[in-house]
């Protein structure tokens, strides 16, 4: 089963970076946008040409065009200069995309809204099928924080109500101390950090900052992810 698992993560990742390397090569730079629907996942990919100014970039997504859009996740390097990010739980065939683009400074920019295309490439493999999961609970008596804890299908969600107005950054370290990556700027009230960019199931520790102060020092766990027994 671990093999199986490993083949379909790196399956995953192929197919991703497959598709925004082919997104970027037909498409213009930020505030621009390619929004693809592949196999039944959102690629939303772009090129970054703005130099060091970036500092921050969060996708959003609503059923409608001008309005109502929530934010789904938020890109941990934005000044790379060909970037994506995959919705792999899209909420239906009618959603549109767009990115908030943050700098330096707190000037910003939102890009055009688009609904994905269908991908036409016949090369691609066949549909890519998650296992069914069983997500243990939090270890008992642990006690979550109310900025940063883990959420629906064990994702790292933020969660600072007055974050416009507000300057917040945050630092995330694995059990043993070592850093893993930083957000600075954070000027969403909600985000949401897939599981994945943690790697492994487990304790992670991180430090909110406020106006360069630190707010909080606390961890969240990350439950192993199992397949169901099937009888």
């Known amino acids: 089963m671990a093999l199986q698992k490993i083949m379909q993560k790196i399956f995953l990742t192929t197919l991703v970076l497959l598709t925004i390397g082919i997104n970027l090569k037909a498409q213009d730079t930020l505030p621009a946008i390619a929004v693809k629907n592949i196999s039944g ?39 790379n200069r060909e970037n994506g990010f995959v919705d792999n739980r899209p909420g239906g065939e009618k959603m549109y995309y767009r990115v908030f683009v943050a700098f330096e400074g707190g000037n910003y ?19 890519y099928d998650e296992p069914e999961k069983i997500l243990p ?25 007055d974050a416009a107005s507000k300057k917040y ?7 043993n101390g070592n850093a893993l990556f930083e957000l600075k700027q954070i000027t969403e009230p909600y985000l ?39 009888h």
Do not use: C
């Open 192 to 230: 949401i950090l897939e599981k994945v960019n943690f790697v492994r199931s487990g304790w992670y520790h991180f430090e909110l900052f406020l106006n360069g102060e630190t707010e909080e020092k606390h961890k969240f766990f990350i439950p192993r992810e199992e397949k169901a027994n099937k």
């Open 41 to 79: 996942k959102i690629i939303v990919s772009w090129k970054n040409n703005y130099g060091a100014y970036i500092s921050n970039i969060n996708i959003q997504r609503s059923t409608d065009s001008l309005r109502n859009f929530t934010t789904i996740g938020t890109v941990l390097e934005p000044m």
């Open 109 to 127: 920019i939102f890009s055009k809204s688009k609904k994905p295309v269908k991908d036409t490439l016949s090369t691609l493999p066949a549909k």
């Open 169 to 175: 950054a945050v630092k995330f370290f694995d059990d």
């Open 137 to 161: 609970p939090a270890p008992k008596g642990f006690v979550a924080s109310k900025h940063i804890y883990t959420g629906k299908d064990n994702h790292v969600v933020i969660n600072l109500p």
